[in-house]
C-alpha cells in the first residue's frame, strides 16, 4: 500500500479547481470570517470548524469535543486541511549543507527495526542546516532511489552529510562534498553530523503518535503537515498561512477568481 502512495505523489501537487470542488463539495461549503478574524468553514448540516485546533494539533476526536461536533466530520475537514497545506507548500533551495537520512514510520510490530523492517513506511528527508526540510516517501532505500532525489533538490557542490549506510557510497563520486559519519563509534564530530534531520524524524513521529495509527493511503498528508510544522517559524505564522489559503481556495471556488495572492 505504501508503494502505490508513492507512485500517486507526484501528482498530488497538481490537483486542479475541479479536483478542490469535489473536495470542498462546493455545494454545500463556504467560508466566513469566524470571531476574532479566524477563517472558519461552515456547513449547513453541522458547526463551525475552525482551523486553530489542527494547528494546535488537536486530534479530531478532541476538536470535536471543543466545538460540539461530529468525530467524523472533523476528521474529514481536517483530511481536507491537510491535502490543502500538502498542495501549496514552497519549493526550498537546499545548499551549502544539507544533512540527508531516511527513516520509517508505522505502528509498533515484532521482528526488525529500521531499515528492511516489514510493514513500515519508509521516508526519505533532505534538511538544509538551520532553514528547511523536505520529505518524500520513497518504494526503497536504494542508491538508485535516493541519488535522484538529492540532485533534484540539492545544489551541486553543496556539502552533504549522510551516515554510513552503503546506500549513499555514489556520494562519493558526485557533484556533491559528501561528509559520513558512522553512528556505530559516534553521532557528532564538530559539523559532521545529521542532528538536524534526525531531531525532525523525531519531532514527526511525536505528533504522529498521538492519531493512534494512520492509514498508510492517508499517510503522505500527514507527513506533510509535519513539514509544514517545522519549517513554519511560529504557531501564529501557521495559523495565518493556512488561514489564508483556505480562504484563497474557498474564493477560487465560489468565485472563480484566479490567483489569490
Known amino acids: 500500500a505504501a508503494a502505490d502512495v508513492y507512485k500517486r505523489q507526484v501528482h498530488i ?143 551541486p557542490e553543496s556539502v552533504v552529510y549522510t551516515d554510513s549506510f552503503k546506500a549513499y557510497n555514489a556520494l562519493d563520486v558526485s557533484d556533491f562534498h559528501h561528509r559520513r559519519i558512522n553512528h556505530s563509534t559516534l553521532f557528532a564530530k564538530e559539523r559532521n553530523h545529521i542532528n538536524g534531520i534526525e531531531n525532525f524524524w523525531n519531532q514527526a513521529k511525536r505528533h504522529l503518535r498521538r492519531f493512534n495509527g494512520i492509514k498508510p493511503e492517508s499517510f503522505y498528508w500527514y507527513l506533510k503537515e509535519c513539514e509544514w510544522r517545522f519549517n513554519g517559524e511560529s504557531h501564529k505564522t501557521l495559523l495565518n498561512q493556512l488561514k489564508h489559503r483556505v480562504k484563497c481556495f474557498c474564493t477560487k471556488i465560489h468565485r472563480a477568481e484566479f490567483p489569490c495572492v
Do not use: H
Open 13 to 155: 501537487g497538481e490537483l486542479n479547481t475541479d479536483a478542490w470542488n469535489d473536495m470542498f463539495d462546493a455545494a454545500s461549503t463556504s467560508w466566513s470570517p469566524g470571531y476574532f478574524g479566524v477563517v472558519e468553514i461552515t456547513t449547513p448540516t453541522g458547526p463551525q470548524y475552525d482551523v486553530q485546533n489542527l494547528v494546535a494539533g488537536a486530534t479530531a476526536r478532541a476538536a470535536a469535543e471543543i466545538t460540539g461536533g461530529n468525530r467524523n466530520t472533523v476528521r474529514s475537514f481536517y483530511q481536507r486541511l491537510r491535502q490543502l497545506i500538502a498542495s501549496q507548500l514552497p519549493s526550498y533551495e537546499l545548499s551549502v549543507e544539507v544533512e540527508a537520512d531516511e527513516s520509517y514510520f508505522g505502528g509498533v510490530r515484532k521482528g526488525k527495526r529500521g531499515r528492511g523492517a516489514a510493514g513500515k513506511i519508509a521516508v526519505f528527508g533532505l534538511l538544509k542546516r538551520g532553514r528547511k526540510v523536505y520529505t518524500a516517501m520513497i518504494p526503497n532505500a536504494k542508491t538508485e532511489t535516493l541519488l535522484p532525489s538529492i540532485k533534484e533538490k540539492v545544489q
